[in-house]
């Protein structure tokens, strides 16, 4: 295994770590039923390759964001027996729960007790974005942290990050962070904090932890043909799995890269190329294909959204960023069921009564309503 500086933490951590939002679970479809069984053999066998960042949060694996979930205690059982010496513990202060500065303590000492610990090696503020961070300012965010580390129950102190990047680099500015976690990958170099925000971090000495490395899963396989055959023509052949994580792990300011693994195969893959993953060893021609398909992947975008949220907040409800996501992601990747499983009624683009106030306030001039009307065609009738 290859181990990387976690930036101001001089911590070691193997470049790949186990994400536990995504464990295997008993047949039925409950995600608050985890298949322990098999979940505890694959962690058993990355920790012994020489895994040592296991990432967890307190709503993983619950009905919902507003209680705990079973990943925490989950990893407590995984972790007995000697393993818990072997690790460094990521979980995650669900912000969106916190009202008062004693939340902030409720949440925690809740935590190690459900983690089995007394400390937790790495805590983040858990999904900041402007809604929350408000609050958290307000309320004493910096004395909370300052406190937990003081007398032992956190180690370092982190945060993880779903808004633009001014908010990202206000946040990081605000505190003496020792790391944080932001979504990259191949395709999302603009999304959220984004390369901006990965050099912006790592110039201020951060350790970078990566979240959703093969999006969520949709770089991972079942890719269009003409993607396929780009990555067939490199001199090198690898798996797209292989060719997203190499991709983030080729930046030298990334530390660790975050797996949501549930099946063994799935470990034994991600092992292969974190053993092989050093920073800038992808070859030009390498970095070529990469570009080749991004560029595919471009020409199949039918909406130039950046999500913005300039266009927000809609007056009757729509969700117009996620609608065109999830319109572009049905053209780029395929059939895209998350638009019906995750917006509500007065989300989707059906609800637009076309009074054209967003399109007044869209910097990349874009048609909404009558993009809108194209979600609804293609995503309302299937």
Same mark, same amino acid.
């Given at each position: ?25 008993? /047949? ?193 396989? &079942? ?89 927000? /907040? ?30 509500? /009624? ?16 869209? /910097? ?9 009307? &194209? ?8």
């Amino acid at each position: 295994m290859l181990y990387r500086r976690f930036g101001k933490t001089n911590e070691m951590v193997s470049s790949l770590g186990f994400g536990c939002m995504r464990l295997p679970i008993l /047949p039925g479809g409950d995600s608050t039923k985890i298949d322990e069984e098999l979940a505890m053999k694959l962690v058993h066998h990355a920790i012994d390759e020489g895994v040592n960042y296991i990432d967890t949060a307190y709503p993983y694996h619950g009905k919902g964001m507003e209680k705990g979930g079973q990943s925490e205690l989950f990893v407590a059982k995984a972790l007995k027996n000697g393993y818990r010496e072997k690790v460094k513990i990521a979980t995650k202060l669900p912000s969106w729960l916190i009202k008062t500065r004693e939340d902030m303590d409720r949440y925690l000492n809740e935590q190690l007790e459900r983690l089995e610990t007394d400390f937790i090696d790495f805590y983040l503020v858990h999904s900041i974005n402007s809604r929350v961070w408000s609050t958290l300012k307000e309320i004493g965010i910096v004395e909370f942290l300052d406190q937990a580390i003081k007398d032992g129950r956190i180690g370092h102190a982190g945060f993880s990050f779903h808004d633009k990047i001014d908010l990202f680099k206000e946040v990081v500015d605000y505190y003496d962070w020792s790391f944080c976690q932001i979504q990259y990958n191949y395709l999302d170099e603009k999304f959220q904090a984004g390369k901006e925000g990965l050099d912006y971090a790592a110039q201020k000495g951060l350790g970078i932890s990566i979240m959703e490395p093969i999006r969520g899963g949709k770089l991972a396989g &079942n890719l269009p043909e003409d993607v396929q055959n780009a990555f067939e023509q490199a001199d090198v052949k690898r798996t797209p799995v292989d060719w997203a994580l190499r991709w983030v792990w080729n930046h030298s300011e990334v530390s660790v890269v975050l797996s949501g693994m549930n099946t063994m195969d799935q470990v034994t893959e991600n092992l292969k190329s974190a053993n092989e993953a050093e920073a800038n060893s992808l070859s030009a021609k390498d970095v070529d294909v990469i570009e080749q398909v991004k560029a595919i992947f471009k020409e199949k975008i039918k909406v130039n959204c950046t999500a913005c949220g300039y266009c927000m /907040p809609c007056p009757m409800g729509v969700n117009i960023p996620s609608c065109f996501a999830m319109y572009n992601n049905h053209h780029m990747f395929g059939k895209e069921e998350a638009y019906n499983v995750w917006l509500t /009624p007065q989300q989707k683009a059906s609800n637009c009564e076309e009074c054209g106030k967003c399109e007044t306030h869209c /910097p990349q001039g874009i048609q909404i309503p009558q993009e809108l009307k &194209n979600v609804k065609a293609v995503l309302e009738s299937v």
